[in-house]
């Protein structure tokens, strides 16, 4: 089986030869060019990133390179949630080419429709007849301190519908509002999104970590982020009820752990997990009998409570790894995973889960990856940005 891609996590402050010495290496082990690269980094590398990206591409012979700064980072089987370091892959894709779109928030408050993106990228792609327009997917990586996701998440998904984006947003020292986004020469001031085009599939192993407790309810009297009536009953008489009904062990785990799911197809017979979006509650309140999430829940919307604790994101994680692997009739040749810096030790109590967990799945998948506070995969036929979750995007070949 021919070599696509070849990864690394170094772990260590900056150092000029090891990154030349790396990247060769990678190259090496490609038995094709190289199309793109993928880097994060810790924050304490971000004053050089310029310096770093232009070895990658001169010792990578690789033009295209993206990435982001990370709360931590992610390599082949391992996690490194606290230190210094890097995480570098290099990617053939098959029969592909890659389109880098930087953007910023101007462009996301001047963007008058889906047409403008999509005329931007046909414009990057320096193909403006449009030949072949529709990537298998994106890879993005933003600034959350210099940029709205949700607009920029909705405008994405009205332009490019159907086609599903994987990644996160940029993450630097607990307590400072500063994160570092990575493209090509340098650090770019908003985010950049990667089209990934070519004779192959993107699979996606979106793991959320919930489990739903009580029953679905249709969503009957909601302002804005406030829930009001669930079923026609105040939602946290629901919330309290559903709690009750929760065995003494789960209650112990609730604390902190209990969260909103919005079902994100209305048009199931029986909802199971996986169907929902999940958000958090952000208050409750039981003399108005409202409970405040991190979402604008729609009225006639299904939503039904959900559970979060180590062993259901476990469990799930392995779930969707295990359906993968028995239905994707090709193993996969490289993968992103974007994790959530709050699953990690802090949720499994040990480290290298979710890297792990990949590994055991696919052994030796070449692989880069980072922490952050938000990750951006699909769920159902749309996008969206996640919190406690595990967002991995498979490339695989297509069926022979």
């Known amino acids: 089986m021919q070599k696509l891609a070849a990864s690394r996590m170094v772990v260590g402050p900056f150092d000029e030869g090891l990154i030349r010495e790396t990247a060769g290496q990678l190259l090496r082990e490609l038995d094709a060019p190289p199309t793109f690269a993928l880097v994060f980094i810790t924050p304490d590398y971000a004053d050089r990133a310029a310096e770093l990206l232009e070895l990658v591409r001169v010792y990578g012979h690789v033009t295209t390179v993206v990435g982001c700064s990370g709360l931590g980072l992610a390599g082949l089987g391992r996690e490194m949630e606290e230190g210094s370091g890097f995480s570098l892959m290099l990617v053939s894709l098959p029969g592909g080419r890659v ?3 930087p953007f910023d928030q101007d462009m996301v408050e001047s963007a008058s429709g889906p047409e403008f993106w999509r005329e931007k990228f046909a414009r990057q792609a320096a193909d403006p007849r449009g030949s072949r327009l529709r990537p ?11 940029l709205n ?15 599903p984006i994987f990644g996160s947003v940029a993450g630097g020292i607990e307590g400072d509002q500063e994160a570092w986004v990575l493209c090509n020469e340098g650090v770019v001031s908003g985010g950049v999104a990667l089209a990934l085009e070519g004779d192959f599939a993107v699979k996606a192993v979106v793991s959320q970590g919930c489990k739903p407790i009580g029953e679905p309810l249709t969503v009957t009297q909601a302002e804005r982020n406030v829930l009001l009536t669930l079923g026609s009953r105040p939602a946290y008489e629901v919330l309290s009820d559903v709690y009750k009904e929760l065995s003494d062990s789960e209650r112990e785990q609730a604390r902190g752990h209990l969260f909103a799911g919005l079902a994100v197809s209305e048009y199931l017979d029986e909802y199971k997990r996986g169907d929902f979006l999940v958000r958090n509650i952000i208050g409750a309140d039981p003399k108005s009998g409202a409970v405040a ?50 699953r990690g030790q802090g949720l499994f109590g040990r480290g290298h889960h979710d890297a792990g967990l990949l590994n055991d799945y696919f052994p030796n998948l070449p692989m880069a990856g980072v922490f952050s506070k938000c990750q951006i995969g699909p769920v159902g036929d749309r996008s969206f940005a996640h919190g406690y979750t595990a967002a991995i995007a498979l490339l695989a070949p297509l069926a022979k």
């Open 99 to 101: 389109t880098a779109i």
């Open 149 to 163: 996701l949700e607009l920029w998440l909705k405008q994405w998904n009205q332009a490019f519908a159907q086609v």
């Open 293 to 342: 999430i991190n979402a604008l829940p729609r009225v006639g919307q299904t939503l039904q409570y959900q559970l979060r604790d180590s062993r259901m994101a476990s469990d799930e994680l392995r779930r969707l790894l295990r359906e993968q692997a028995a239905i994707l009739p090709e193993p996969p040749f490289a993968a992103l995973l974007c994790t959530c810096h709050g």
């Open 136 to 146: 298998e997917a994106w890879l993005v990586f933003l600034n959350p301190y210099a």
